[in-house]
């Protein structure tokens, strides 16, 4: 059977608002609900069905009202070193999240933690990064870290580390960050935060401080 485009709009709204009901992260949940909500009512429109075409812009304007109200909170952020490489919350906070981090650092271990180059990244004082380094030279350093919890990958985390607190890198002389990857989605998220590739296929990124 062929499908009208009416019909299509219908079926994408649907899947798109069935899809941000499994997303974890509210954020990218508003904003996929969003727009399945706006597609689904405008399918209402189309065929004569009020009742979905009220409900579902009733929804969107549910999501717009919070998406506005997510992005006017003021957050605040700060960096809490890590004191003890062995510590109750680091190491809690890395038996919890032991699955997700191998998802985008599968060459990760605990080891890799040095006390005096890492640091706990706190949200409101929730912690919802981890971040650990180490040096390469007096000018490079290595990310070894660089994780945030599901519900806060947002980029938020990322523009207080390597744009607000880049002093932080600065003061220890440091010019130039390495980031080592062959996972897409933290190739991606890199991307997004200003890496570049230092050679075609290296897995080896890059960015000046």
Known sequence: MKLDLIEIIGYVGSVLVAVSLMMKNIYYLRRINLIGAATFATYGLLVGAIPVFVLNSFISLVDIYYILEAKRKK?????????????????????????????????????KIEEDKSFFILRNLIPVGLFAYKEISEKEIKIELDYAIPDYRDLKNARFVYFAQSNHFKKKGYELLKAESQVPDHIKYLAKIGFKEESKKSGIYIKNI
């Not at 809490?80 to 997700?100: A, R, T, V």
């Open 75 to 111: 957050e605040y952020f700060t960096l809490l070193p890590i004191e003890q490489s062995n510590g109750p919350l680091l190491k809690k906070f890395l038996d919890f999240y032991k699955n997700d981090i191998s998802k985008f650092f599968p060459d990760f271990v605990s080891s």
